[in-house]
């Protein structure tokens, strides 16, 4: 899929599978989080830590656990709006509202092999952009092109 990276076909696998699972989580994170929103006149908000060892005792565990939705949900979200083609995520993991694949790849007019090929494209750049790929374990071979002005 990716010859730019030494990667096996095992180790796309591995990561494909991981993608898919952070993003299958995404309908009830994103619902949970919503769910979880404190009561605004009853939480007090100034200098709110989500870090777990510095609680304070003005801090209730209902908005320590909405805010860590928060951040889980947004960093979702923001590695998604990084991949080029991220519709065929959002529609397959995000929107609420699930359709067949078939449906989804003849809403967007490609064939169902495309479809595929496409999705799994955009869950190895989400995975890139939400740091599943280390991408220290991997050696890039890069070539060089020189290009000569014609005089």
Excluded at 9 to 32: D, F, M, P, T, W
């Amino acid at each position: 899929m990716f010859e730019l990276f030494d990667i096996s076909k095992e180790e796309q696998e591995k990561i494909l599978k991981q993608a898919r699972r952070v993003l299958s989580g995404y309908r009830h994170l994103k619902r949970a989080y919503t769910l979880s929103m404190p009561q605004a006149h009853t939480q007090h908000y100034g200098g709110v830590s989500t870090s777990k060892t510095s609680k304070t005792s003005n801090e209730s565990p209902e908005l320590i656990r909405y805010l860590e939705l928060g951040e889980k949900v947004e960093k979702i979200e923001q590695a998604v709006e990084r991949v080029e083609n991220n519709e065929y995520i959002k529609n397959r993991y995000m929107i609420p509202d699930t359709l067949q694949q078939w449906r989804l790849a003849e809403l967007i007019g490609v064939s169902m092999r495309v479809y595929n090929r496409n999705l799994r494209t955009a869950l190895i750049e989400f995975a890139f952009a939400y740091g599943i790929i280390d991408l220290s374990k991997y050696e890039f071979t890069v070539e060089t092109v020189s290009i000569s002005r014609a005089q």
